[in-house]
């Protein structure tokens, strides 16, 4: 599937220094897809919660928006890679991540002004050292572990990898990572540590099997929003009293550790056909503090499994199958306890885009960073499965595919009843007019299901212009 914002990649044949210029102008437009986000906003001295939208169909938006990109890959030494790359986020008028509502230029839906000097717009600043069996990457990186159900953005520390080869275990290799999440200064300040080791097996030239361990630290307030929304939909529809919802989001600090295992694999087990599968278990308990100095611990317990099989039909038709679930839970309701247990999947920063309205994919993905996100909506989780189509020919590109998808906790009491989240297809097209210029098409339709209390048809269509210039 093509992706929004291109990342700069090594070129097949080695250069000294690879430079790349992206330009991305788009036009989009949505209409109707659920607002799965409560709106908040100050009142005087006093937080307002507008709780009447919540899953209810947005109003329709057009808007235009531009991306530019540069990066630049410098083979320094034999042993020695420098990689820079930058980008000005998307830049448009709006001041959230959802379709614009007032006037204000943003990029990423920070005004211009702070952030267009963010660190957020230093992507990857990194040297690659390489030796015989180890090679090692320092600075902010690319990082990505499970497939992308746990995280996949970047990050800031060192990774490692070590082909066992030199010590006798051939087609073995072993991947470290040690990271701190966040995107800014401020988030940087107070360290959140991710950590990862993944043992790697390799069938062949293209075919692996591992084993992997993620341990994350929480300490700087990620992964705080996640948990009091899951609250805050315990409280919304019983009261029109917004106190409870006062005090859930009077602080934004959180604290805890969680910790993933899991399995994953590649295969090619016919001609033509491409196998992967990813399975997670987490565990853990996180601390977030609410009004009063009173605090609520949840105790974490989920789960998460993806397959996708690829099949090429000829040279230029291909057809796909892929499935998933990840595990939800109804909105904890605290009472007088401390504790409370939370079956919901978290991902630290995942990158879920299995279809384009519902998980954000399309050609959305990769222009803004990964954000803390509980399975499904507010938690609920997801399953679901479908197809796809894809064709290519010379210089064109075109994909088409459909998906089912259901909550895989009991439905929230704001919706319809039903746990049926609803259908999605997608359509994505890709057109390289000129070597350095090509243009895609993006439009995707969801039929909202039972756990909607409106059935609204929304879709998305997205255009996009982009010119790339450099080596």
Do not use: C
């Amino acid at each position: 599937m093509m992706v929004g914002a291109p990342r700069v990649v090594e070129a097949e044949a080695r250069t000294s220094t690879l430079i790349d210029v992206a330009v991305l102008l788009r036009l989009s437009t949505h209409a109707g897809d659920p607002q799965t986000t409560m709106d908040v906003h100050w009142e005087g001295e006093n937080l307002e919660f507008d709780t009447n939208r919540l899953l209810q169909p947005r109003p329709q938006q057009t808007y235009p928006s531009a991306v530019v990109i540069f990066g630049v890959e410098h083979e320094a030494e034999e042993w020695l890679t420098l990689r820079l790359f930058v980008d000005t986020g998307e830049l448009r008028t709006g001041s959230s991540l959802d379709p614009p509502s007032d006037a204000k230029f943003t990029t990423n839906g920070s005004p211009v002004s702070t952030g267009f000097f963010s660190l957020e717009r230093v992507r990857e600043l990194a040297a690659s050292f390489a030796w015989q069996h180890v090679s090692l990457d320092i600075g902010k990186r690319y990082t990505q572990v499970g497939d992308s159900l746990i995280f996949e953005d970047y990050a800031t520390g060192a990774a490692f990898t070590l082909d066992l080869a030199g010590i006798g275990l051939d087609d073995w290799q072993l991947h470290g990572s040690g990271v701190l999440v966040g995107q800014t200064i401020e988030e940087l300040e107070i360290p959140a540590p991710l950590a990862i080791l993944r043992l790697e097996y390799q069938l062949s030239l293209f075919e692996s099997v591992g084993a992997f361990g993620v341990f994350y630290s929480e300490r700087n307030g990620r992964l705080h929003d996640v948990l009091a929304s899951a609250l805050s939909e315990g409280v919304i529809g019983t009261t029109t009293d917004q106190t409870p919802l006062e005090r859930i989001w009077s602080n934004d600090t959180s604290a805890g550790n969680v910790t993933y295992v899991g399995v994953d694999a590649h295969l090619l087990p016919a001609d033509g056909l491409s196998i992967r599968a990813t399975g997670a278990f987490s565990f853990g308990a996180l601390e977030v503090d609410i009004a009063d100095q009173s605090s609520l611990t949840f105790d974490l317990r989920s789960w998460a499994a993806s397959a996708q099989a690829n099949y090429g039909i000829s040279t230029n038709l291909g057809v796909g199958a892929f499935a998933f679930a990840l595990s939800g839970d109804e909105p904890p309701v605290r009472g007088n306890a401390d504790h409370v247990d939370y079956r919901a999947f978290i991902g630290i920063a995942p990158y879920w885009t299995w279809t384009g309205i519902f998980f954000s994919g399309g050609l959305s993905q990769g222009f803004f960073p990964g954000r803390a996100t509980a399975a499904g909506v507010n938690g609920h989780g997801v399953g679901g499965g479908g197809g796809s189509v894809e064709y290519s020919k010379g210089n064109g590109f075109v994909e088409l595919r459909t998906a089912g998808l259901w909550s895989t906790s009991p439905p929230t009491v704001l919706g319809d009843g039903g746990r049926f989240y609803g259908i999605e297809t997608d359509l994505i097209a890709e057109w390289d007019m000129l070597r350095w210029l090509g243009v895609s098409v993006e439009l995707d339709v969801f039929w909202p299901g039972s756990f909607f209390p409106q059935r609204d048809t929304a879709f998305r269509a997205i255009g996009q212009l982009h010119a790339h210039l450099g080596d």
